[in-house]
């Protein structure tokens, strides 16, 4: 229903920076809250961020909300990650993810990207 599309992963080395995009499509777009969940090699997927398509509020992981920031441009109906100060412990597969309402998204969101690699080298 949600069609959930990300892009801007790639190599950067420890200390780099790095913007993920996710544009998002279907019915009810701008009705939907946005979020952004990684998963490394070997490890569960964890959450990142969330923000409401519709407002202001932001959920951040603690290990994350010092150095990345979650944005969103309704006009694109594209959602952004800005990392700063990356190691390689935030190697992983990005997803960007989708569901109606802040908590939703944050916790059980029910529309998923397809995954962008991050890999930080050291």
């Known amino acids: 229903q949600v069609q959930l599309v990300e892009s801007g992963g790639g190599l950067v080395q420890a200390g780099g920076s790095l913007r993920l995009s996710c544009a998002a499509s279907?019915?009810?777009?701008?009705?939907?809250?946005m979020g952004w969940f990684r998963q490394a090699p070997g490890k569960e997927r964890e959450f990142v961020a969330a923000i409401n398509w519709s407002g202001g509020a932001t959920n951040y992981a603690d290990s994350v909300k010092v150095r990345f920031t979650i944005s969103r441009d309704n006009a694109k109906n594209s959602v952004y990650l800005q990392m700063n100060s990356l190691n390689p412990e935030d190697t992983a597969v990005y997803y960007c993810a989708a569901d109606q309402g802040l908590a939703a998204v944050t916790s059980t969101p029910n529309s998923w990207g397809q995954g962008t690699q991050v890999t930080v080298s050291s």
């Open positions: 279907g019915r009810g777009v701008s009705s939907y809250a």
